[in-house]
């Protein structure tokens, strides 16, 4: 499948069946069944998985153009951790199951350990885990397939009213388990996940900067719209260069995952996108609710549906002060003289 064909179907799945209504009922509990039907039904669940693994078999670079769709509509339900999961157990090259799945553990402080074939330890703020079929782990070297419902859970809730539960692993046997390929740790793992969240907030900002630019042309005061008073139109700039930015990091980031570069340069640009990411969602936000005004800040209005889900991702699998640090970190490792040709990526020539 192309990219075209991959994105288009993503658009317009969700343009059908994923309105501001399905994701206000997710928060009280209901599940948009039909929406996760449709997604799944198109291979878009799986699309990072190989068919003989009962996958998709799309490129990865495909897969981000859904991880962008998919933020762009602030899908209630686990696409960006079903696809995250089965990147995993294809990388130690498990079959996929059907229906949706998550990834742990996602904190760096989790201790999840394996022992005679057994698990134990917990793992936190687990996205989407109570309506998780399964859960693709990563301990102790290996990646492993576990039932959830073998897991004790404790439930939570995100500030955009998702699930994020503790899991108890103490007992749970893996359903399948395979080697990890070297090179593939809890590092690696965090790197990818920071790539699909830089992925949706772009495709969110994206979706806010569009919402933004309608309202403004659309709202009168004083007797003409908005958008043409000059203070308004200077926001609505610097949304559109915060959106535009957090695009370009996002798609150098998703670039290096699917060459799979996780050496310096790639690690460079994944972590710059997930701290331009990260900025632009702060800045991004506050602008589009200026805009909006008191509108904005209603439950009725869907624009929180994307401003609060922002403040999530920008948390998750590292903040901007942890890749900020990590990204100075590693161009001071390669000395004044090489700055210029890494951050040009000369070096690599």
């Not at 593939?184 to 793992?189: C, G, K």
């Not at 670039?255 to 990260?278: C, L, M, N, S, T």
């Not at 624009?303 to 990590?326: A, I, K, P």
Request: charged content about 20%; hydrophobic content about 50%.
């Amino acid at each position: 499948m192309s990219d075209r064909i991959v994105l288009d179907t993503a658009e317009r799945i969700l343009a059908d069946l994923c309105p501001p209504e399905a994701v206000n009922d997710a928060e009280t509990g209901v599940w948009p069944a039909a929406l996760w039907e449709a997604l799944e039904e198109s291979g878009l669940t799986l699309a990072w998985v190989r068919e003989e693994l009962g996958g998709g078999g799309a490129e990865t670079g495909d897969g981000f153009g859904i991880l962008k769709a998919a933020g762009a509509w602030a899908v209630p339900a686990p696409l960006a951790e079903t696809l995250l999961a089965g990147w995993l157990l294809e990388q130690g090259g498990l079959a996929a199951p059907g229906g949706p799945m998550t990834v742990a553990p996602v904190g760096p402080a989790d201790a999840v350990a394996l022992e005679d074939g057994v698990l134990s330890g917990t793992a936190r703020q687990v996205p989407f885990a109570r309506q998780a079929g399964h859960v693709a782990l990563l301990a102790a070297g290996r990646i492993l397939l576990v039932e959830r419902e073998a897991c004790a859970l404790a439930p939570g809730t995100s500030l955009a009213g998702e699930a994020r539960d503790d899991i108890a692993l103490d007992g749970v046997r893996p359903l399948r388990s395979a080697p990890a390929p070297e090179g593939l740790d809890r590092d690696r793992l965090t790197l990818v996940g920071a790539a699909v969240r830089a992925a949706q907030m772009a495709g969110a900002l994206s979706r806010l900067l569009d919402q933004s630019v309608q309202y403004a042309q659309e709202r009168e005061q004083f007797g003409r719209p908005i958008g043409r008073f000059q203070a308004v139109q200077h926001a609505l700039a610097e949304l559109a260069g915060e959106a535009a930015a957090a695009e370009a990091a996002a798609d150098a980031a998703g670039e290096a995952v699917a060459a799979g570069d996780f050496g310096p340069a790639g690690v460079a640009a994944i972590a710059a996108a997930k701290a331009r990411a990260g900025e632009a969602a702060s800045k991004g936000a506050a602008i589009a609710h200026q805009v909006h005004g008191a509108m904005g800040f209603t439950y009725e209005h869907s624009l929180h549906h994307r401003t609060r889900r922002l403040w999530c991702w920008r948390d998750e699998f590292g903040n901007e002060r942890v890749w900020s640090v990590r990204l100075g970190r590693l161009i001071a490792a390669e000395g004044a003289d090489a700055l210029w040709p890494f951050v040009t990526g000369s070096h690599a020539a």
